[in-house]
């Protein structure tokens, strides 16, 4: 994290060196910038935004790596190529710098004694610090989400790339790209393998000690959205995506998929709402860049975790539903997360809630949720599913009784059917996805359900796992919810 001084001059750095070199596009604004790293170097980079980023209308964004053998303009520098494809086609603001020693990051005042062509082992060492600069550099620059930057890397690039994720916390890398890779450290691959980050790598299948690097870090991917590509003919670096080079078809999937990672995770927002009674319950709301500008209406989803739970429990699902054109809330039940009205654990209130599970009106917490996300702007208030697990398929079936904003729901691990749940259940007639798996505990009560449903589907997977946590043993469940959703609720076309 930069300090304050820091923070200081990198504003300063960035009025002088945008203030004439500002190019507006038909599609894009290209601007000259400088940043400096924590070891003090100046990097020079090309910033292009989508026209309309402001701080009121931000858009996701990429870094652009070189290789050591070039320079930025090696990322694309005409409209044909990614650089300039991705603000005009994607909406993702591209930053690509220099890195240090190399063309305008050269530095007029800083001597580089041992720099070779290939960069001396102590450059290299520090070169991470150019990368984490330019994560810095966009999350902190007005037109760019935070919450929403990849990183490309070519060749040379991906193991100083990698090691800025590896050291940069506090701004989260939502994809990574590797077109090839060289010199990957076993602590990257490591790093790599141990993260729930979606890669994209590339290497041709003449390349081989490239290509085994590349098929190892694809092969021990968590994330399922990740995707290898490896073209016969020979090429590294962007002459694996280059027009010209390859077929276009690879530029044209990287372009899309970049899309589906990064700018289709929506933006997202701390929400808050008070129910019937009185309850102030807090919540993330994951909403498309468009939601509420051009006119379409958005279906929407509501997450309800168990009563154990909070409201980052299904962030994986929130992830998927949102690439698929939704807009999601996220909410904590009464006395979990924030949503404990400012009291501590053991407060009478908090305790009340917790030790009255069956009896604490959860339904109430839902419900409000309902009538917010129905409020919002662009939201199909007549297209709402609602999502719950353990405690929460209780809420869930309560809330949309009645109510014919709702349009369909998912219950997962749908515990302790009662009375009340078996008649709101017999009263819905809208299609209902139920899942569980064959050793859970909480099996009989999501058969219950499933028998009472006028519309259900009953999905029960093999071996253990109970509520959210199903997906880390069948993670298909992810995108078998998706498909559902998409399928009773279909979204607009983007």
């Not at 020693?101 to 070169?127: A, L, W």
């Not at 050291?167 to 939502?174: F, L």
């Not at 700018?263 to 129910?275: P, Y």
């Not at 929130?318 to 909410?331: A, D, H, K, Q, Y």
Request: aromatic share 8%; charged share 25%.
């Amino acid at each position: 994290m930069l300090t304050h001084k820091k923070s200081i001059l990198l504003s300063i750095l960035i009025l002088c060196s945008t203030a004439n070199t500002i190019r507006a596009d038909h599609h894009f604004i290209s601007k000259e910038i400088d940043f400096v790293t924590d070891d003090g170097w100046t990097i020079s980079a090309t910033l292009r935004l989508p026209v309309g980023a402001d701080r009121n209308n931000e858009y996701p964004g990429m870094v652009l790596l070189h290789e050591k053998e070039h320079e930025r303009l090696d990322v694309g520098d005409n409209d044909a190529e990614l650089a300039h494809r991705l603000p005009i086609e994607a909406g993702i603001a591209t930053l690509a710098i220099d890195w240090r020693g190399r063309e305008k990051s050269m530095g007029e005042h800083q001597p580089i004694p041992d720099e070779r062509h290939d960069f001396s082992t102590k450059m290299q060492e520090q070169m991470y610090l150019d990368v984490k600069g330019a994560m810095q550099f966009m999350a902190d620059y007005p037109g760019v989400d935070r919450l929403r930057i990849g990183i490309l890397a070519s060749q040379f690039s991906a193991e100083p790339a990698v090691r800025s994720m590896r050291e940069t916390e506090s701004i989260p890398t939502r994809a990574l790209v590797l077109l090839g890779g060289e010199g990957l450290s076993d602590e990257s691959k490591n790093y790599l393998g141990s993260v729930d980050i979606p890669l994209y790598v590339g290497a041709s299948i003449l390349d081989k000690a490239v290509f085994l690097e590349m098929a190892e870090i694809y092969a021990n991917a968590k994330n399922p959205d990740s995707h290898m590509f490896a073209p016969y003919s020979a090429g590294r670096g962007f002459n694996l995506v280059r027009r010209g080079t390859q077929p276009d078809v690879e530029l044209d999937n990287l372009v899309a998929w970049l899309g589906e990672q990064v700018r289709d995770l929506g933006r997202i927002r701390a929400v808050s709402f008070t129910t019937k009674d009185g309850w102030t319950i807090h919540g993330n709301l994951r909403y498309p860049d468009r939601l509420g500008k051009d006119g379409r209406l958005v279906p929407g989803v509501i997450q309800v975790s168990g009563a154990r739970s909070n409201r980052y429990s299904m962030y994986r699902f929130e992830e998927e539903f949102s690439r698929r054109g939704f807009v999601v809330l996220s909410i904590e039940l009464r006395g979990r997360g924030q949503s404990m009205q400012g009291k501590l654990f053991d407060s009478e209130e908090v305790l009340e809630v917790r030790e009255n599970l069956l009896a604490s009106p959860f339904e109430l917490d839902t419900e409000g949720a309902i009538d917010f996300l129905a409020s919002l702007e662009g939201i199909d208030s007549d297209r709402i599913a609602i999502v719950g697990e353990a405690r929460g398929t209780r809420s869930a079936l309560l809330a949309a009784e009645g109510d014919d904003r709702i349009k369909a729901m998912i219950l997962i691990s749908a515990y302790e059917a009662d009375e009340r749940m078996e008649h709101a259940t017999a009263s819905l007639d809208i299609p209902i996805l139920l899942i569980d798996t064959e050793t859970n505990w909480a099996r009989a009560g999501t058969e219950l359900v499933h028998k009472r449903a006028k519309n259900s589907q009953l999905m029960i997977y093999p071996r253990l796992g109970h509520s959210h946590h199903i997906r880390y043993f069948h993670p298909q469940m992810v995108g078998f919810m998706g498909d559902f959703l998409e399928r009773e609720l279909p979204a607009p076309p983007r």
